[in-house]
């Protein structure tokens, strides 16, 4: 036991009771129930804490302290889990670079309908909670510059972020200190790419590459430096500022109220793109669940939906993994400028897909028709759209096969396009691998442009035979 974890295990012992009966319950049954928990402090301590007491090492090669976590500070402040559940552990390399990851999987069988882990309230770090206790005049000039910088749409974010920045200047003294310690150091999104990585991107990952980086940098800069709670070793400490950046906002989950919350051992759950072995509920406490949808065998990961799975891209960004199952792509058809009859065709990242088994959407060649007829026979245009709104299918269908010829090579072209793209982008990563130590995202980005690469030829071959 290291001399950290025994003055924790000290701290806690001596501040809080333990629970003496177990309270996790096996059915999905809601309980508001939490009086043998340990009490974390309600009012804000924001102000009481000068410099580090014991800081948090957020390099990327930092080990994550998941013993302490899971095996002493879990149970002690009442959080529960069902005999099955269990975090395992993965790191290895590959042809993409390393692979390390802690996620929640369950050891026996379970039925459908179990509670396979109870958080309760107080555990739980939210925006909402954050903002009651932080948010007070003396954040106004803070937030002036959080809205001169276009980020007042971040602004849940930007306090759940300073209520981890006061947690961790407190050090080991925060009740929060061993689930911190707990969380990823290393990050494979957007946000944590070089810019040269953003340059391997095709079009459109570039752009919310770009963008997260963008809201990182708007986030973990100007502002923070303002914010009266934190010390200036805290404040002026970016890299730090960064790391909470991504906590925040790879693991924190929003609820229907709009509250963003993060809540221990529940964001150990990875995410799904074929099958969600979890969904989770509240009770009128605001105590947590998770519970199985299905009877899922022993030896599963157990995961829950982060985002829509039809859209890697957005996944890749925001949360730096690609699914090897994902049914979905976006087509990568950007046009110019979308117009409402195109949005009325459904144009949308989400509808306009290629699909992992070589077809494509109704949606795309929707499109591909109206911009062909766009240019050609705008007569057949007006017919389009008076079809679609009328849901006349027979007299669309009749559009579609009269002009498949000429959208069949509308598609045609933007695969062998996009494809010669992707080539020229892919042999620009493999050129700078030999730099892999100042780009380590480069295999997982050479990754993500093959997995598309792989998409548009399954649809190429589909439809042209090769």
């Not at 739980?124 to 803070?142: F, G, P, T, W």
């Not at 930007?158 to 947690?167: F, G, S």
């Not at 829509?308 to 993994?321: I, W």
């Not at 087509?331 to 144009?347: A, Q, V």
């Amino acid at each position: 036991m290291t001399a950290i974890t025994h003055q924790l295990l000290l701290l806690l012992l001596s501040l809080h009771t333990l629970p003496t009966e177990p309270f996790f319950i096996t059915t999905l049954q809601h309980s508001s129930s939490s009086s043998s928990l340990p009490s974390l402090p309600l009012q804000s301590t924001a102000y009481g804490y000068h410099g580090y007491q014991q800081p948090i090492d957020i390099d990327e090669s930092t080990p994550r302290d998941i013993a302490t976590f899971q095996n002493t500070w879990a149970p002690a402040y009442g959080i529960q889990t069902s005999p099955s559940f269990a975090l395992s552990s993965s790191q290895s390399s590959s042809e993409y670079g390393p692979v390390a990851d802690v996620y929640a999987v369950t050891t026996d069988d379970v039925p459908a309908g179990t509670t396979v882990l109870y958080v309760p309230e107080e555990l739980i770090l939210s925006s909402n909670k954050a903002m009651a206790e932080l948010r007070n005049a003396d954040m106004n000039q803070a937030e002036k510059v959080l809205s001169s910088i276009n980020a007042e749409g971040e602004l849940r974010q930007y306090y759940l972020m300073i209520k981890i920045l006061v947690e961790l200047q407190k050090g080991i003294e925060s009740p929060w200190y061993p689930y911190l310690n707990s969380l990823p150091r290393y990050y494979t999104n957007a946000a944590s790419m070089t810019p040269f990585c953003c340059l391997c991107l095709p079009s459109l990952m570039r752009k919310l590459a770009v963008r997260e980086r963008g809201n990182m940098s708007r986030l973990s800069v100007s502002s923070i430096k303002l914010i009266p709670y934190l010390n200036d070793d805290v404040k002026y400490d970016v890299e730090l500022c960064n790391w909470v950046y991504q906590v925040v906002y790879t693991r924190s989950v929003e609820t229907e109220d709009g509250d963003l919350k993060l809540i221990p051992m529940g964001d150990y759950f990875n995410h799904g793109s074929d099958y969600t072995e979890i969904e989770t509920s509240y009770d009128e406490s605001g105590n947590y669940y998770a519970y199985t949808t299905y009877d899922v065998p022993a030896g599963s990961p157990l995961r829950t939906s982060y985002a829509d799975p039809t859209n890697p891209s957005f996944l890749f960004a925001r949360y730096g993994f690609i699914e090897d199952n994902t049914p979905a792509t976006f087509c990568k058809i950007i046009p110019p400028h979308i117009n409402r009859d195109m949005e009325e065709l459904g144009y949308s990242e989400s509808r306009m897909l290629f699909y992992s088994n070589g077809e494509v959407s109704q949606e795309v060649w929707d499109i591909l028709l109206y911009q062909y007829l766009s240019s050609n026979n705008i007569s057949d245009r007006r017919a389009l759209m008076k079809a679609h709104t009328e849901g006349d299918y027979d007299g669309k269908q009749m559009l579609h096969d009269k002009y498949y010829g000429e959208t069949s090579q509308l598609l045609l072209n933007h695969i062998e396009e996009f494809l010669l793209q992707l080539d020229k982008l892919s042999e620009k990563a493999y050129d700078r691998q030999r730099d892999i130590n100042d780009h380590p995202r480069l295999p997982l980005i050479l990754k993500h442009n093959e997995f598309v690469r792989q998409s548009f030829l399954a649809v190429r071959q589909t439809y042209f035979g090769y």
